[in-house]
């Protein structure tokens, strides 16, 4: 291989430039020419990719978002869009693909490596819900700031005798809302995998006032079946909750920002070694936080299902609330 391309796609997460310039430094190492593609799949299409140089990447491994921008593209989820992105990256004798991004992004990988594109995916994205590794790249930055904030909440809830609701990003995985809420404090949490109905969050309010809490924070994830306004009108006219009911929905803050230090490793690590997997003739792979190794693992098994929850986690969640 003499000349391979990295992008990035989807939602951007903390952690996405920092396994760009691993991708590129490590390719200067192995004498490969590596092309930046601009806008994810949007660039695979128009042909929108140039050599990056390793100044190119310099001074951008604390920097959040992504300097390759990233796009959303509907054209590439046709098998029609697939032939023309292949094309696009033939015509420019690209020989292998490096994909960051979340689950919708490595579908897009699978079906080049289907083609018979040899594809390395790297799973960035702040929900963590591709199975089969760890820890994806951008949630822990997301995390830390999804906890500034519940922190800083939970001080003015308790001083005017609260209760918030608060809205954390994730789609449909709960990872992020069960552990900002153990993380956190939360008195109640309510995500897809296990979802608190407004009913019971009725309750468990009202029971918190009565033991004479201060305040009181519940986590909702994005991915619940009601919407925390609805919620929120909800207990709003309930009698017995006791607490003033105020909202928070931290939205696109949680995935901005500088990434954490465990975010610059897992995404260094995870950068290298996908060039390595490539240079090794491994493709419809992802690079895998497998214990402390950086594993390849068929994409198929990343994306077949949301990543579970450990079980224990919501019973963690439950006793320290207490
Ligand atoms: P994320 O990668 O963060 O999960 P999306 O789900 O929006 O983000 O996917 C990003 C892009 O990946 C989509 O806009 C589309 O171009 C491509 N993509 C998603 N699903 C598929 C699919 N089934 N086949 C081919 N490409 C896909
Ligand atoms: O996948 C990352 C994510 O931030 C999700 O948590 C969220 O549901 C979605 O992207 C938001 O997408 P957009 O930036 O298009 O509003």
């Known amino acids: 291989m003499k000349r391979i391309a990295v992008m990035t796609s989807g939602g951007d997460s903390p952690g996405m430039n920092a396994a760009i310039r691993a991708v590129v430094r490590n390719g200067l190492e192995h004498e490969i020419e590596v092309w930046g593609v601009r806008q994810g799949y949007a660039g695979i299409l128009s042909g929108d990719m140039h050599k990056l140089t390793s100044f190119e990447v310099s001074g951008i491994l604390q920097r959040g978002g992504t300097i390759l921008q990233t796009a959303r593209n509907e054209e590439f989820k046709t098998p029609a869009g697939q032939q023309k992105g292949l094309r696009q990256l033939n015509q420019r004798g690209i020989e292998g693909l490096v994909c960051i991004g979340g689950d919708g992004s ?88 296990r979802e608190i109905s407004m009913e019971e969050i009725g309750k468990s309010l009202a029971d918190a ?88 693992i068929p994409i198929e098994d990343a994306i077949k299902r949301i990543r579970p929850i450990n079980p224990n986690y919501f019973d963690l969640a439950r006793i320290l609330a207490r």
């Open 209 to 296: 006032y009565l033991r004479g809490k201060s305040h009181a924070v519940a986590v909702i994830a994005e991915g619940v079946s009601y919407d925390i306004n609805e919620l929120a009108a909800y207990l709003r006219g309930k009698s017995d909750v006791g607490f003033d009911i105020r909202l928070s929905i931290l939205g696109h803050v949680q995935r901005g920002g500088s990434p954490s230090a465990f975010d610059r490793l897992l995404a260094t690590r995870m950068g290298v070694k996908a060039l390595e997997f490539l240079l090794e003739g491994k493709s419809g792979v992802m690079t895998a936080l497998d214990g402390r190794e950086i594993s390849p």
């Open 106 to 193: 490595l579908k897009g990988a699978l079906a080049l490596h289907r083609l018979g594109f040899p594809v390395v995916g790297v799973p960035a994205s702040i929900d963590n819900d591709l199975d089969g590794t760890n820890m994806s790249i951008g949630v822990d930055t997301a995390m830390n700031t999804i906890l500034d904030s519940l922190d800083r909440i939970r001080d003015t809830a308790s001083s005017h005798t609260r209760a918030f609701l608060i809205e954390v990003m994730g789609r449909n995985c709960g990872y992020l809302a069960i552990m900002a809420a153990i993380l956190g404090g939360a008195e109640i949490v309510s995500t897809p995998e």
